[in-house]
């Protein structure tokens, strides 16, 4: 699964992109968050207000309860501001 | 026909080359955003330099691509050109160029502001403003959400 | 500033002279009308070939002076540039120029759309056409005149 | 007095400018037209439906009642059609 950050987000993750092995337990956009969360203080961070924190599964926007499944391009992003 | 770049654009030839050769033509409006100066796009902050635009390459050409279909749809229009640039922009630069042409110039000068109200408020970008307290990024603004709305088909509408 | 001329224009190099060195301007809106080949603006009639527009010289400057101060009082607009030609023109040729710069884009948007609708309809220029049946001159149009009417202050309006 | 025609009014008069001195009793533009009417069948055909003649007094639109004096430039025209 690859794993895609921008803005903020990939300022407090310390990566914009990587490439990680879903664990079975983890089904959903939301799973996956509290899953990156434990994986060290720079995600605690990035994930620490929902509220403005976007997600897209396969280049398409998602809600936090969407499926996630290896193969997946899932990309975390602050709300847009435009161009 | 959409385009992200790093590049700068050269309105007047990028207008030539879209319309060229269709007489049918009878309108082309454009939009062209500039980097200003001074005046940030958050108000609780102060812009006194460059900006710094961040994509997502693949899912922002898509969604260039669905909003350029969506206008094609509501209006009866011969061509269409979205240009945006991506990376650090100085005061003064162009960043983004919608064209729009059409038979007639309502459907022209409609579309094209559909489209940079779309793309100065929903389009896949994310803007890192030089303020006076160092870089910010800015946040998503509630007056720009005002100005998409005006677009979408109201909730009580009849079907 | 208004150019009521014969030649044609370069729409990027005027674009880029007007609003040069002024970064207080964060969008540019403009509008080329072109001569359209095939749909005649009388729908009685049949434009097959060229246009030719005559003017009033010296009315139609002060006319087109007087639009751009009205757009001007009604938007906070940092550049105007209104350019109108004359003469005999093919189908596929620019007739008209309208930019506008501001530092908000729906400044910029609105007195765009605002000044094509009053050149298409009220400005002083008249239209041969030619037809099938020769050169024709163009009627005044009832549904131009809705098109700018949409910019006048309603009668019953609010003082 | 300046007189000025455009688009198929000047083709009906079959010029597009003339100077002329003004009678004494000619004080309003429908006075002119009435007194051009008289002078040749060309200016008949042209002021023959006044619903689609428009007129400007030094370069201003008018009413058909406006007045008129030696000096004046006065355009006669059909409704613009814009361009």
Redesign the interface.
């Known amino acids: 699964m690859k794993l895609?950050y921008?803005?903020?987000l990939?300022q407090r993750v310390g990566h914009g992109a990587e490439d990680v092995a879903l664990p079975p337990e983890v089904r959903t956009v939301r799973e996956l968050i509290d899953w990156l969360k434990a994986r060290g203080p720079g995600y605690g961070q990035a994930f620490e207000d929902l509220r403005v924190v976007r997600a897209?599964v396969n280049?398409d926007y998602v809600g936090l309860d969407h499926p996630v499944k290896n193969g997946d391009e899932i990309?975390f992003?602050?709300?847009?501001?435009?161009? | 026909m959409i385009r992200v770049q790093r590049e700068d654009f050269?309105?007047?030839?990028e207008?030539k080359r879209l319309?060229a050769?269709?007489?049918?033509?009878?309108?082309?409006?454009?939009?062209?955003?500039?980097?200003?100066?001074?005046?940030s796009?958050d108000a609780a902050s102060t812009q006194i330099g460059a900006i710094t635009?961040?994509?997502?390459p693949?899912?922002t050409e898509?969604q260039l691509e669905a909003i350029e279909a969506e206008a094609r749809t509501r209006w009866p229009l011969d061509a269409v050109l979205i240009i945006?640039?991506f990376g650090r922009l100085e005061?003064?630069e162009q960043?983004?160029l919608v064209v729009t042409a059409s038979?007639h110039?309502?459907a022209?000068?409609e579309s094209?502001?559909f489209l940079?109200?779309w793309?100065?408020?929903?389009?896949?970008?994310?803007?890192?403003e030089d303020t006076g307290e160092g870089a910010k990024?800015?946040?998503?603004?509630a007056s720009?959400d005002a100005?998409t709305a005006r677009w979408q088909p109201k909730p009580n509408a009849a079907e």
């Not at chain 1, 992003?77 to 161009?83: A, C, E, I």
């Not at chain 2, 635009?53 to 997502?56: A, K, R």
Request: contains cysteine.
């Open positions: 895609l921008f803005a903020w990939r897209a280049q990309a992003f602050p709300p847009v501001t435009g161009g | 050269d309105v007047g030839a207008i319309t050769g269709n007489h049918g033509i009878g309108g082309i409006a454009s939009f062209i955003g500039t980097v200003r100066e001074g005046a796009h635009l961040e994509h997502y693949g899912m898509r945006h640039r005061p003064g960043i983004v038979s110039r309502q022209a000068l094209c502001a940079i109200d793309l100065k408020t929903k389009a896949p970008f994310w803007k890192l990024w800015v946040e998503a603004r720009d100005a």
